[in-house]
Nanobody, 111 residues
Framework: QVQLVESGGGLVQAGGSLRLACAAS????????MAWYRQAPGKAREFVAI???????LYPNSVKGRFTVSRDDNTNTLYQQMNNLKHEDKALYYC?????WGQGTQVTVSS
């Protein structure tokens, strides 16, 4: 059974930074794509970043240049460095691995 635990969220001022982590367990994920999504109140879940198992990464324009996804396959952990945070980045952030989701970690950006 795949289990995912996100951490690293919090309250930060606009322009600040946070680093999220997603600890995965249940199997090896070195051959698996791992992704971040987010959901703001009243909005649909939004794709934020993907870390491909071949080393590729992909971001939507809304976060490109500000967010960086990385992974450590030795510890089965997915990371996301978020810089220059904006008010519109406020959301519950989830990682997605093989269709499994964690409970998310809340990111709040104050003006």
């Amino acid at each position: 059974q795949v289990q995912l635990v996100e951490s690293g969220g919090g309250l930060v001022q606009a322009g600040g930074s946070l680093r999220l982590a997603c600890a995965a367990s249940g199997r090896s994920f070195s051959d698996t794509n791992m992704a971040w999504y987010r959901q703001a109140p009243g909005k649909a879940r939004e794709f934020v970043a993907i870390s491909g198992y071949l080393g590729t990464t992909l971001y939507p324009n809304s976060v490109k240049g500000r967010f960086t996804v990385s992974r450590d396959d030795n510890t089965n952990t997915l990371y996301q460095q978020m810089n220059n945070l904006k008010h519109e980045d406020k959301a519950l952030y989830y990682c997605d691995v093989l269709g499994f989701w964690g409970q998310g970690t809340q990111v709040t950006v104050s003006s």
